[in-house]
């Protein structure tokens, strides 16, 4: 959340300011939307914020956010120590990105 601040406090200094900025993720997202807010800066009237991860912050702060299956990258990650220690040759799950449109944006 402190990377969300000091991102904010850096817009905010700019004379040309971005209309849209986009997270890391969605902790960094709402340190960024929480201290537009104290500087009384609208979202998303002043500026778009979209996340990345889809966790409950993103739910809480009803943040634009990006949702990924972090289940099935896992099940890769396995596939791929699998496929290296047992010289197999197993297919990988194909991973889908959602976004999940809130009101940041």
Known sequence: MRDGE???KWWIAQTNRPDAILCANDEVAAG???ELRRSKF???GDVGIIG???TEVANLMDLTTIHYPVEQQAEN???IL???LHSTDKTLISLEYTLI???TT
């Open 101 to 103: 449109e809130r009101h």
């Open 42 to 44: 609208s979202v998303p």
């Open 82 to 84: 699998q496929n290296m």
């Open 32 to 34: 960024f939307i929480t």
């Open 77 to 79: 990650a396995f596939l």
């Open 52 to 54: 990345f991860d889809n």
């Open 6 to 8: 000091e991102l904010a």
